[in-house]
């Protein structure tokens, strides 16, 4: 599979990312969250106002995303192919078209669980907007996100 098409296709085979945060005392905070991903590789996150990532991104604005090929799909777990970016975070309100919207499209990727949620006043969706980023394809094939065209990629640059 051409590099290009494997960075383009990998959010697709996920339902969930992982997300590394910080929390106020300046310790990190590892945990995941489903998402939903727009046309501009922006990622949306319907999470419990009550977990300690959602207020670690509410007050720094900020994370950290993994997206990561499922250790049986790969033929080396050593060489998993995987995909980071640094991203700024916004709250989407509720009761506006982009909440429903995005909303509506958790309910279709997930199912009825999200109705429920929906319901819930402490969810929240954020939004996550990739700063820039880098994709691993396998053993020494690694690759910038182009941080003025999500879409594309350059081979990494050795940092000496």
């Given amino acids: ?4 098409a494997a960075y383009q296709a990998l959010p697709s085979q996920l339902k969930s990312l992982m997300l590394a945060t910080v ?4 310790s990190p905070q ?3 969250a ?3 991903m727009d046309g501009d590789r922006h990622f949306y996150i319907f999470v419990s106002g ?5 207020g670690n991104l509410l007050r720094t604005g900020q994370a950290s995303v993994l997206l990561i090929q499922d250790e049986g799909q790969s033929p080396q777990v050593f060489a998993r192919q ?3 970016y640094d ?8 009761q506006t078209e982009l ?4 909303a509506q499209e958790f309910e279709d990727r997930f199912g009825e669980v999200v109705a429920m949620l929906r319901s819930l006043a402490d969810f929240q969706i954020l939004r996550l907007r990739p700063l820039g980023g880098r994709f691993i394809l396998g053993f020494g094939a690694a690759y910038e996100v182009d941080s003025q065209d999500l879409s594309q990629l350059r081979p990494e640059t050795v940092k000496g």
Avoid at 1 to 4: F, G
Avoid at 50 to 54: D, G, M, P, Q, Y
Avoid at 99 to 102: A, N
């Fill in 1 to 4: 599979m051409a590099v290009l």
């Fill in 23 to 26: 929390n106020s005392d300046g």
């Fill in 30 to 32: 590892a945990s995941y």
């Fill in 34 to 36: 489903p998402y939903v």
């Fill in 50 to 54: 009550l977990s300690a990532h959602t």
């Fill in 82 to 84: 995987r995909l980071t």
């Fill in 87 to 94: 991203c700024q975070v916004t709250l989407v309100e509720r």
């Fill in 99 to 102: 909440w429903e919207t995005i």
